[in-house]
């Protein structure tokens, strides 16, 4: 019999018919401990590549779509079907119970940047060597710019938390990629996506010289315990 | 929204870091396995590897800009 790649969890809810996976697998349902496991059977665990990452994230996608989902983290295979129906029996109350929490919740992803960059202030061609005095000022410039920049990152991230505080549900510092910033992940409520949206825009709009790229709605990725 | 703000629906379209810091990163983990670290050598794996030595070469940049400058032959 073959393994199970699993996608995500949801509360009850099937994948349509027809619905293709990783390998062009039909996409199923394993149902067990309250919990619809939507998974594809695979002889083995797919190494990631970007093709099959969004494979996997298409298909998490069309669960959220319709019902209450719980993303699950892609390499989670498993050798059989005994194997999944064990483990949603054995977590299914943790699961259905996070479900409920992150029922009719998406998660918006924030990625701060700045527009231009800052001026610096000249140094000297490594070739030519300071005073004694120029060098200690060089080394003074170097620690308060590094300074400043962290204060300013952690005060813009502090201020949109302010702005957006009462239409989120909770924040997570996620890691940056190169060229950020700051990167955070919000959960917020189906009903308050708009507001939200709006908030941010708002916020952004009177940040100069920083800018944000807002990506979602997301399922709950960063918020699942 | 406005020129400060960029906005991306998942659904339509998706960098690839923000579908790596999500799908590869987060989420319920349901064997305990952590597939990349046994992935065979695929295009993800190069590209992480490339980050890797990315961030690698940023802290090296770093690491330098933040040594003190070369002290004067000789101190007044």
Redesign the interface.
Known sequence: MSGLH?Y??TAGAGPPVGLAGIGGRRVGGWSAGGLCAWASPLDA???????L??V??DV??TAFRDSAV?????????PDPDA?AT?LEREGER?RSELERLRDTVEF?VRVAQREEEPHAP??P?HE????RE?LR??AR?RAA?REGLARRDAVVGRLSSAVGGLVREERV??T??GDLAAVAHLVDRARVEPY?EA??RF??R??P?????????PP??F?A | ???????????EH??????????????????G????S???V????L?LKL?LT??ER?ERAQAR??E??????S??
């Not at chain 1, 060597?129 to 004694?132: G, K």
């Not at chain 2, 695929?42 to 794996?45: I, M």
Request: charged share 15%.
């Open positions: 699993v995500c969890l665990s797919p190494a990631p590549d970007a093709r990452l969004r996997h994230h998490v996608l719980l993303p699950v983290r892609f390499g989670q295979w498993l999944l483990w699961m992803g140094t000297p490594r060597q300071p005073e004694p060098y060089t080394i170097r590094k996620v890691p990629a190169p949206r941010v825009a952004f709009q940040q100069a920083f800018c944000a790229e807002v990506t979602g709605p997301w990725w960063s699942v | 929204m406005g020129d400060a703000v960029r906005t991306v629906d998942p659904s998706v960098a690839l870091v923000d579908l790596v810091n999500r799908v590869l990163d987060r989420g319920v983990v349901v064997s396995s952590v597939m990349i046994v992935a065979d695929d295009l993800l794996y590209g980050v990315s961030t940023i800009a933040e003190p400058p070369a002290l004067p032959p101190a007044p």
